[in-house]
Nanobody, 123 residues
Framework: QVQLVESGGGLVQAGGSLRLACAAS????????MGWFRQAPGKEREFVAT????????RYADSVKGRFTISRDNAKNTVYLQMNSLKPEDTAVYYC????????????????WGQGTQVTVSS
């Protein structure tokens, strides 16, 4: 079992940056594909980014491509989401998720989820 705890959310002005972190428990972190999703009020949870077990492959939603970067540090059991050039439409609760998979997954079919961290971008 994997427990995930997100941190790093907050309030930022449009054009600013934030770095989210997701700390995972357990010794099998390096065997999980990791993902970031977000959910805005009244909307469905949507895919943001995912990264392979060794960090060699990533995939992004079109809406964040070129602005967000996902990375992981398997020695620290942590996955990150660097968010630059933030826009008001990026406002949402951001969730970290883990799945035991050999391929990247862009749908919410993940096994484990964190509690979420709020990101608010003011205009």
């Amino acid at each position: 079992q994997v427990q995930l705890v997100e941190s790093g959310g907050g309030l930022v002005q449009a054009g600013g940056s934030l770095r989210l972190a997701c700390a995972a428990s357990g010794r099998t972190f390096r065997s999980y594909v990791m993902g970031w999703f977000r959910q805005a009020p009244g909307k469905e949870r949507e895919f943001v980014a995912t990264i392979s077990v060794n960090g060699g492959m990533t995939r992004y939603a079109d809406s964040v491509k070129g602005r967000f970067t996902i990375s992981r540090d398997n020695a620290k059991n942590t996955v990150y989401l660097q968010m630059n050039s933030l826009k008001p439409e990026d406002t949402a609760v951001y969730y970290c998720a883990a799945v035991n998979s050999i391929v990247l997954i862009t749908t919410p079919n993940y096994n484990y989820w964190g509690q979420g961290t709020q990101v608010t971008v003011s205009s």
